[in-house]
């Protein structure tokens, strides 16, 4: 399954964007969500996850600026980012995994999207 991710792009310090994904799986609100990062010469790291009860969980370094979301009734992921930092730009990728009652950052997730760049500069 290939999920579609967007709405990544140019943006200021201090401003906003809000990252889509679309999921074409049965079942979504069974899913557990998750949108990862990697900046260039690092890891991949989890931004944050939801389960399929909307339980929450955010990396410390995005806590209080990122919202995770989800809209079952579209089958989307969403990522609203505020307050972006240059140390936030990295290309985001979405996932879901059908185990959503899991503890979500510790899911591993199956099904990715391709990945959005977010660039945060002035």
């Known amino acids: 399954v290939q999920l579609q991710a967007s709405g990544g792009g140019l943006v200021q310090p201090g401003g906003s964007l809000r990252l889509s994904c679309a999921a074409p799986?049965?079942?979504?609100?069974?899913?557990?969500i998750a949108w990862f990062r990697q900046a260039p010469e690092k890891e991949r790291e989890q931004v944050s996850c939801m389960n399929n009860a909307g339980s929450t969980h955010y990396a410390d370094s995005v806590k209080g600026r990122f919202t995770i979301s989800r809209d079952d009734a579209k089958n989307t992921v969403y990522l609203q980012m505020d307050s972006l930092k240059p140390e936030d730009a990295a290309v985001y990728y979405c996932a879901v995994d059908r185990r959503g009652g899991s503890y979500c950052p510790m899911i591993p997730y199956k099904n990715w999207g391709q990945g959005t760049l977010v660039t945060v500069s002035s």
């Open positions: 799986v049965s079942d979504f609100d069974y899913y557990a």
